[in-house]
Every structure is written in C-alpha cells, then in structure tokens.
C-alpha cells in the first residue's frame, strides 16, 4: 500500500477545483432528461427546497425563487432593494437569457437596470499598456465559475468569444474510461451519471484528506471496472482543462495566442500557484494583470460601476447581483 501524500488541503485546492461547477452541470444534465412538458406547454423540472415538498418549476420560477432570497439577504428595514445591476457570464449573454433573468426579478418585486458581462469589468479596471487595439484573455476560475473569454478593445471592450461551463474533467474521464472498457454509451444513463459523479466527489475528497490514490470501481450487466486515481493524475486532468478551455475560447475567436496581448486574473483560485505556472507556460509572453488581488477584482470593478451608475439615476441605492451558472451571489 502507498503511504499518504500527506497533502492535506482546501476545497478550492488543486483537486477541487471543479467540483461545484461540474456538480451543478452533471445535474443539468441529468434535469435534461427529467424535463416535463406539462398540457399548458411549459417545461418544468423537479425542484427541491428545505421545509418544502418537492414539486415541478418553470425555468422563471426556479429564478424567481432565487431572487426573492437575495432580495431577502439584503433588504433592511427601512431600506428596499430594488434596482439592480445584473453581472453575468460571457458565455451566457443573450437576449433570451436577459430575458428570463428580468422576467424572474421582475416577479420578485426587483428591477434589472443593466446587464454588464464581468469579463468586461476585470478587464476594464486595468488600462492598456499600448495604445489603440488591444486584445486581452480574460481567465475567471474559482470554486463556482470556470470562463475563458477573449475580448478586443477599440475604445471600448467587446466579447469576441467565451467558454466556460465543461464539466468536471475526473468525471468526463471517468466517463470515458468505463464506456471505453464496457464497449457501451452511457451518456444517457442518469442514474449511472449521479452514481459516477458521486464517487468522483468522494476520490476528491479522499485525496484532499491525504490518501495517495484511490481504487474505484463501476459495475454493469455482471462486469466491473476498476479504475485507479492518484493525485498526480486528478492534478493533470484539472491542469489540462484548464488548457482545453483556453484553446476552445482562442479557436472560437479566431485569434492565435500569439496574437492575445495581456491576460488578466480574476477569481480567487487563479491565485494557485499550478494554475499560474500552468497559464505562463501556456502564454511565455504576454503580461500577466494581476496586481489587484484577482478574488476581489470584479468584486472591487463592480463597486465602482454601480457607483457610477446609480449618479446617472440622481443617487438612488443600486445593488449588484454576481450571477454565474450555477446559482446566484449578491454582491
């Protein structure tokens, strides 16, 4: 038997990277083949909540929901919150998206001011080295969110392109691993997805704790297959993600990493020293932008565009609404 690593360490560690993220899009997923087409022709999904019996919600009633307890969190007496500021993914800025969004907020007795993309806002605290075009990656990880997005400036940021939302990289080799050894596809298999990504989340937290490797083992139709993960690997298949993200980003751009001009930080695990020296690998030359602690850069971007904003509407309270794909965060 191997000794321990004796590595103990955090959930936002290395190992844990994406455990929030790949969770909540294994369950999308999985809700994919649950959805219910109900007679007045709208889809709805078995939604759960503390004290509550379980029961079917639209899309905008699950988001409702989750604004009526924000809204809760940061009300006062004596002071409403109402108008917001919504910042959301790259990945996810579409018309229909902002839509749902206002149409839930509006049903909680909130107003969406404004939608800003918080790529734009990391970005947007540092200034231009050189003058004129630039193009700038901006790398936003930590334990809810992994996006790559590649923004150019003229006299203003735009997305070009953004890529987040990959899964959890021990849970698409798993996957891949025992769909290889049985010869069978079971991507459309909820029940072996939800037992797959739970023992991924408990060899997760066994190698955070200290244990060098893990054995685990998946059964079907009278055969067993038995695959082995060690710390070493689980690292390498989060690092190599991370590539996988960046390349998706540049090639839906169009843009070479030669021709990427500056990277910027954002979030709190991008302070890991793995991932640095895994980015600065990945581009040799290109300034890194950093100098703002990256879990506090769109945060700290965020205060100072409200501020401004909420001067163009004579000073009335203007809060921020941090909102990722996996949930919502009140800023």
Not at 242 to 261: F, P, T
Request: aromatic share 8%.
């Amino acid at each position: 038997m191997e000794p321990p690593a004796r590595i103990p360490c955090s959930g936002n560690c290395l190992v844990h990277l994406h455990s929030f993220s790949g969770n909540v899009w294994l369950v999308r997923r999985i809700y994919t083949l649950r959805q219910h087409l109900f007679p007045d022709g709208i889809i709805r999904f078995p939604y759960t909540r503390p004290n509550h019996p379980p029961t079917f919600l639209s899309l905008i009633d699950i988001l409702t929901l989750h604004f009526q307890d924000r809204k809760a969190a940061m009300e006062r007496p004596g002071h409403r919150a109402q108008n917001f500021v919504a910042i959301i993914p790259a990945s996810s800025n579409t018309s229909r998206y902002q839509s749902q969004l206002s149409a839930g907020a509006t049903a909680a007795g909130m107003r969406i001011l404004f939608f800003i993309e918080a790529p734009v806002l990391a970005a947007s605290y540092y200034k231009s080295h050189t003058p004129g075009h630039r193009s700038v990656l901006v790398f936003d990880l930590d334990v809810h969110i992994f996006e790559v997005s590649l923004l150019t400036e003229d006299e203003n940021l735009k997305v070009k392109a953004a890529v987040s939302d990959l899964g959890c990289p021990l849970f698409n080799y798993m996957v891949s691993e025992i769909q290889r050894k049985l010869g069978i596809d079971i991507s459309g298999d909820a029940t072996s997805l939800r037992c797959i990504g739970q023992s991924c989340e408990r060899a997760k937290d066994s190698i955070c704790s200290g244990v060098a490797a893990v054995e685990l083992e998946f059964g079907r139709q009278g055969r067993k297959v038995p695959i082995r993960i060690t710390r070493e690997r689980l690292v390498l298949l989060n690092l190599r993600h991370l590539h996988i993200g960046i390349m998706r980003c540049l090639m839906e751009a169009g843009v070479k990493r030669e021709a990427v001009d500056e990277i910027v930080l954002a979030g709190a695990c991008t302070n890991i020293p793995e991932v640095q020296q895994a980015l600065r690998q990945f581009f040799e030359r290109q300034p890194f932008r950093c100098d703002i602690d990256p879990a506090n850069l769109v945060e700290l971007r965020a205060t100072q565009y409200l501020r401004k904003v909420s001067a163009k509407y004579n000073n009335i309270p203007m809060f921020g609404l941090r909102i990722v794909q996996s949930g919502i965060f009140t800023l």
